[in-house]
């Protein structure tokens, strides 16, 4: 890749800039480090919060359980798109930061919280710290890694944090059969946010110059993607017009929409069944595990044989999986189905981002991934009410049934409307 080495936005001499994994190695690490730490401040919740809902407040409507989970998606996506914006203004590093002081309150509040609402406050604040620290880690690494290797490094990002989701969801579900449900799980998401401010702090540098850098040497995919466009007109590429860029903001909805649903009601599920909380735990982590180690191959696989085949795959592997859970009754059913589950999410979801990068310009890249990201995350709430509404009406199982057919018709959807052209492998 061609070094950028002028930059009259910035003051100060700055050493030439050259974008690529290797070359960026040290930084681009240190991101990873950061996003497993974020994806492990969130993954605190995945095990205890369905059954903090259930046994200490007492919730019996599941729409009244997933609140949290709605109030969560609506924060992180209202906060996604802000961060494209607020990242392209005033340069990614200080949206990271941000994102960081304002979770520190989170772990008190799910500690003490004396009432249903102060969990609901406390995810509406993890939300907007999670829309603000998760978007920046991505549009560092695009940053960095330039054109040639984006799958891959969308792979180790989401990779990263999705196994910090797992790999806290097992330890809390371990906290919390022994030591209770309050306060010890909640404590290891507070040494994460304090770690994970730090590193920001002290070790992570501005890559926005990186991106400039890019878009001097930048080719647009199509007329409609050149680098001198409004917030609006970006957002309605993304949302609408664009066939690429609103299959795959459709299919990160429902995507999420399917997890907001495991998120949310999986546990309960497993739990009227007879499972013990380290079962459940185990089943909550299994999902995730696979959905972050499985990204460190479908990221850099989506370099070589191009987004869609891996979309559309993914999509209808994660509708199998999903009825496969409302189907099942015993923990090696549902084993194998968190497995397959996380394969499918795996096959998508850093290939998503990357296939927002092969479209979106250089200079207003953010913007789009932070758009991409808003439509993804309100899957969230989208999942919590939908599937809460039809639960409380027909029971778990049929809520599944219905989000596993939206997960089918996504990725026909994807399939029927995305050009396959757009991502071209590097020679």
Do not use: C
């Not at 492990?40 to 989970?69: C, K, M």
């Not at 994460?192 to 926005?208: C, D, Y």
């Not at 409609?224 to 903001?249: I, M, P, Q, W, Y």
């Amino acid at each position: 890749m061609t070094p950028g080495n002028n930059n009259p936005q910035r003051h100060g001499t700055l050493p030439a800039i050259t974008l690529g994994l290797r070359q960026n190695l040290a930084q681009f690490m240190l991101l990873v480090a950061v996003n497993a730490l974020v994806g492990g401040t969130l993954g605190q919740e995945r095990t205890v919060l369905p059954l903090l809902a259930r046994n200490v407040f007492h919730l019996d409507l599941y729409t009244s359980a997933l609140t949290y989970i709605l109030a969560f998606g609506l924060a992180k996506a209202g906060t996604n798109y802000f961060a494209g914006t607020l990242s392209d203004r005033y340069g990614r590093k200080p949206v990271l930061v941000a994102g960081w002081l304002i979770a520190l309150p989170v772990p008190l509040l799910l500690i003490f919280g004396p009432s249903w609402g102060w969990i609901v406050a406390a995810n509406v604040v993890l939300g907007i710290s999670q829309g603000l620290t998760w978007s920046t880690t991505v549009m560092m690494k695009m940053d960095l890694v330039g054109p040639s290797r984006r799958g891959l490094a969308m792979g180790l990002n989401e990779a990263a944090g999705y196994l910090g989701v797992a790999g806290t969801a097992v330890a809390t579900g371990y906290i919390a059969s022994t030591y209770g449900l309050r306060p010890g799980p909640f404590l290891l998401g507070a040494a994460f946010i304090a770690v994970g401010l730090g590193l920001s702090v002290l070790t992570i540098r501005e890559t926005h110059h990186h991106a400039k850098a890019e878009a001097a040497d930048h080719t647009t995919v199509h007329a409609g993607a050149h680098s001198e466009l409004s917030n609006r007109e970006v957002f309605t590429l993304t949302s609408f017009r664009d066939k690429s860029l609103s299959s795959v903001s459709q299919a990160g909805m429902v995507n999420n929409l399917n997890d907001g649903l495991a998120w949310g009601l999986f546990p309960v599920l497993f739990a009227a069944a007879g499972l013990s909380v380290e079962k459940i735990g185990i089943l909550a982590a299994v999902y995730p595990a696979v959905w972050g180690a499985g990204q460190l191959v479908t990221g850099a696989l989506s370099d070589r044989i191009g987004r869609k085949p891996l979309i559309v795959g993914g999509m209808l592997i994660q509708a199998a999986a999903l009825a496969m859970v409302a189907l099942g009754s015993d923990f090696g059913t549902w084993l194998a189905a968190a497995v397959l589950l996380g394969a499918g999410t795996a096959m998508v979801y850093p290939t998503l981002l990357a296939a927002i990068g092969d479209v979106a310009h250089p200079q207003w890249r953010a913007r789009s991934v932070g758009i991409y990201r808003l439509w993804r995350d309100g899957g969230f709430a989208v999942g919590a009410l939908l599937s809460g509404l039809i639960a409380d009406a027909y029971g778990i199982p049929t809520a599944v049934i219905v989000v596993a057919v939206l997960t089918g018709a996504s990725g026909i959807l994807v399939a029927v409307r995305m050009r396959g052209a757009d991502h071209r492998p590097p020679a």
